[in-house]
T-cell receptor, first 116, second 113 residues
Framework: AQKVTQAQTEISVVEKEDVTLDCVYE???????LFWYKQPPSGELVFLIR??????QNEISGRYSWNFQKSTSSFNFTITASQVVDSAVYFC?????????????FGDGTTLTVKP | EPEVTQTPSHQVTQMGQEVILRCVPI?????FYWYRQILGQKVEFLVS????????KSEIFDDQFSVERPDGSNFTLKIRSTKLEDSAMYFC???????????FGDGTRLSIL
């Protein structure tokens, strides 16, 4: 069985602070895929990043960066110099290699509030 | 950029009524999905559909639910006799390959009265 844990239910920061959202996963698959999605107050799911299990290189995209560590089964997401528009619920998700149908297992989400 | 489109954006239905949620996946995608998100909770997998049949379904997807791809472009989710606990946001998603990022629609908010 696969599981994604986002231990932080809610985080509140002041604008321009850096913030890290944690994601820990469990899977028996040796090949798997990790994702982050953003869900703004309007409700849609916005894809942010996909990472393969065999690629542990960290990635940076503007103010966003991701730290993938297989040794700790973590795929953490950092927003640098946060802005009010970053306020949203963020979900981490996992698809295992054995799951040819591509079923995504989501974490419970972390609600990020960025205050001006 | 191609999008997954869902209609309606909001559906209000009386308990016990049938409801059909509609989705138009991205045209060259082969895998189709429905997910559900009860208000304030996480996104839960309902069903995946490939090659005109269900690939996998969750325990949520009981006999009250069905999916169909009636005409090669639409992908529908039918709830035969709605219950209060079916109130949720329903997301359709599509993908080219099973392990690739899924493109999500904006969701249909279903309210059962």
């Amino acid at each position: 069985a696969q599981k994604v844990t986002q231990a932080q239910t809610e985080i509140s920061v002041v604008e321009k602070e850096d913030v890290t959202l944690d994601c820990v996963y469990e899977t028996r698959d040796t090949t798997y895929y990790l994702f982050w999605y953003k869900q703004p107050p309007s409700g849609e799911l916005v894809f942010l990043i996909r990472r393969n299990s065999f690629d542990e290189q960290n990635e940076i995209s503007g103010r966003y960066s991701w730290n993938f560590q297989k040794s700790t089964s973590s795929f953490n997401f950092t927003i640098t110099a946060s802005q009010v528009v970053d306020s949203a619920v963020y979900f981490c998700a996992l698809i295992g290699e054995q799951d040819n149908a591509g079923k995504s297992t989501f974490g419970d989400g972390t609600t990020l509030t960025v205050k001006p | 950029e191609p999008e997954v489109t869902q209609t309606p954006s909001h559906q209000v239905t009386q308990m016990g009524q049938e409801v059909i949620l509609r989705c138009v996946p991205i045209s060259n995608h082969l895998y189709f999905y429905w997910y559900r998100q009860i208000l304030g909770q996480k996104v839960e997998f309902l069903v995946s559909f490939y090659n005109n049949e269900i690939s996998e379904k969750s325990e949520i997807f009981d006999d009250q639910f069905s999916v169909e791809r009636p005409d090669g472009s639409n992908f529908t989710l039918k709830i035969r006799s709605t219950k209060l606990e079916d109130s949720a946001m329903y997301f359709c998603a599509s993908g080219q390959i099973g392990n690739q990022p899924q493109h999500f629609g904006d969701g249909t908010r279903l309210s059962i009265l």
